[in-house]
């Protein structure tokens, strides 16, 4: 019977038939330590996702990488955020045995991964942090937002409170001060003299960039955002610039507004895979060794 079978249908043809290879999953990224992605500001890339990261962790995973994206308050302060994410990193190094950790941070994450190491002691586990569109400069748009009439920004800071502070179990929020503290006059003459890097640290960064000034097209949530961002600061992605988001070892500019960094499409013809993203920053570690 097998030699009628290999008369009938070709081996070569069979194994086109069935696709099959040797070893058919992604290949393993060798990073030594778990992954850590933290998130940033807002919950617009949380719904119904398990978190603005939580798809790039498990992507990462089918590459035996150990990644875990865990959730924060989207619309509190640095230093109460932080608060939380010393518990979150602590749970990893617990859950994993690792006594090291790597740090990728999206927006406001950077600048909680930078206080988390400068004024929390985590340069003694932390390798490595690489932020991705962060306002190591402050970014404009917080200004924007405070100067808006009292009414409209009572509301909107009364609304992201609420959601802040119900939609984790142990959530927080003051809308208000965090976005004082995300104005440049703010990062500028406060927390970036506070928070210096650590020697023991490596610092990577990315910025990113869409819409005006580019041909790379924007969501339209952005737009009205982008424009004015763009008069103050340059290039930027809808929400945090270009010169902002450089901070260490400057990695690149990449061609992304802030939603689909996270992995969020408006349906605009631009092609960015947010997986494929974190899975290159991922293998630029491990071929530096970490």
């Known amino acids: 019977m097998p030699d009628e079978l290999d008369e009938t249908i070709p081996a070569s043809a069979l194994r086109r038939i069935t ?21 940033g500001f807002g919950v617009g890339a949380s719904f119904r996702r398990g978190g ?3 798809e790039e962790a498990l992507h990462l995973r089918s590459q035996g990488v150990r990644a875990v994206a865990p959730n924060v308050s989207p619309y509190d302060t640095v230093r109460a955020r ?14 994993t045995g690792a006594d090291r950790l790597l740090l990728i941070a999206h927006s406001m994450g950077g600048l909680d991964a ?4 400068s004024a929390m002691g985590w340069h ?11 306002p190591h400069r402050g970014s404009s748009v917080a200004s924007l937002v405070l100067d808006q009439p009292e009414l409209v920004r009572d509301w909107l800071t009364d609304m992201a409170d609420w959601v802040g502070t119900h939609i984790l179990e142990d959530g927080s929020a003051n809308i208000r001060k965090a976005l004082t503290e995300l104005t440049p006059e703010y990062m500028e003459n406060t927390f970036n003299p ?6 023991d640290v490596e610092y990577w960064s990315y910025g990113c960039r869409a819409g005006k000034g580019t041909d790379i097209p924007i969501a339209p949530i952005f737009r009205y955002l982008n424009r004015r961002l763009y008069e103050e600061e ?36 631009a092609s960015f895979d947010s997986n494929a993203f974190y899975t290159t920053i991922v293998e630029k570690l491990a071929e530096d060794g970490w």
């Open 19 to 39: 696709g099959l290879e040797p070893f058919p999953q992604p290949e393993m990224i060798p990073v030594q330590a778990p992954v850590v992605l933290m998130h």
């Open 52 to 54: 603005h990261l939580h």
């Open 82 to 95: 932080t608060a939380t994410w010393n518990d979150r990193l602590q749970h990893v190094l617990d859950e």
């Open 114 to 117: 930078r206080y988390l190491i």
């Open 124 to 134: 003694e586990a932390v390798d490595a942090l690489v932020t991705i569109a962060t």
């Open 194 to 199: 506070d928070v210096p890097d650590h020697p």
């Open 234 to 269: 340059g290039e930027n992605d809808g929400i945090v610039s270009v010169e902002s988001a450089r901070w260490g070892h400057y990695q690149g500019t990449i061609d992304a507004d802030h939603a689909r960094q996270v992995g969020l499409s408006s349906g605009l013809a």
